[in-house]
């Protein structure tokens, strides 16, 4: 029972490089996240996906693309890394909230990034 | 703008002491209150939720208080064990069209010595 699988686990990037964070759920969820986790603030939303063909900025989107390729998979692409985006990344996903709902997230264990 | 503000960042307990993370919002549209722990080199795991119609809920060792009117809610780990240690998030949810919109603390790094 795999949940959220995230890829790759580490990666060190040079300033200007690009590369693409991979995503993806198994648990038919309609919606998926992208945070970052930096010491002393917390997850801070970056974008998300309410349903499939969706997408919408987060709280800190600059720098940041995403692309929501099916139902399952939800990537996120830096064009131009920069040494401010040293951060641990996680994938988020979740059911469909009717009223009232209280299905929670379930987050992927982490993408460790360092750009120097 | 922290609109989830959280405290201690840090806390050290005894073993079979009392943990305690207090937690507290300002936009009352806010319907869903849970607290996600996390082991090193792992994400988030939701741990305990309450509603704010609920002013306690109690699963195990785990304890949310809930004020409403305060706006503010705490987690208590009662007969704390190393097996306790990681950081813990409280969080708050607004539903908004099918997805969560959820606004995270900074977090605490609990401690449990023997």
């Known amino acids: 029972n795999a949940g959220v699988t995230q890829t790759p686990k580490f990666q060190v990037l040079k300033t200007g490089q690009s590369m693409t964070l991979q995503c993806a759920q198994d648990m038919n969820h309609n919606s998926m996240y992208w945070y970052r986790q930096d010491p002393g603030m917390g997850l801070r939303l970056i974008y998300y996906s309410a349903s499939e063909g969706t997408t919408d900025k987060g709280e800190v989107p600059n720098g940041y693309n995403v692309s929501r390729l099916n139902k399952r998979e939800f990537s996120l692409r830096l064009e131009s890394a920069a040494p401010s985006q040293t951060s641990v990344y996680f994938c988020?996903?979740?059911?469909?909230?009717?009223?009232?709902?209280?299905?929670?997230?379930?987050f992927g264990d982490g993408t460790r990034l360092s750009i120097l | 703008q922290q609109q989830v503000k959280q405290s201690p960042q840090s806390l050290i307990v005894q073993k079979g002491g009392i943990s305690i993370i207090n937690c507290a919002y300002e936009?009352?549209?806010?319907?869903?209150f849970p607290w996600y722990q996390q082991f090193p080199g792992k994400g988030p795991a939701l741990l305990i939720a309450?509603?704010?119609?609920?002013s306690e809920k109690k699963e195990g060792r785990f304890t949310i208080s809930f004020n409403k009117s305060a706006k503010q809610f705490s987690l208590h780990i009662m007969d704390s064990q190393p097996g306790d240690s990681a950081t813990y998030f409280c969080?708050?949810?607004?539903?908004?069209?099918?997805?969560?919109?959820?606004?995270f603390g900074i977090g605490t790094k609990l401690q449990v010595i023997p």
């Open positions: 936009n009352t549209a806010f319907d869903y």
């Open positions: 309450i509603r704010p119609d609920v």
């Open positions: 988020a996903s979740s059911a469909r909230q009717g009223p009232g709902g209280n299905q929670p997230q379930h």
């Open positions: 969080a708050a949810r607004r539903n908004s069209g099918g997805y969560q919109k959820v606004t």
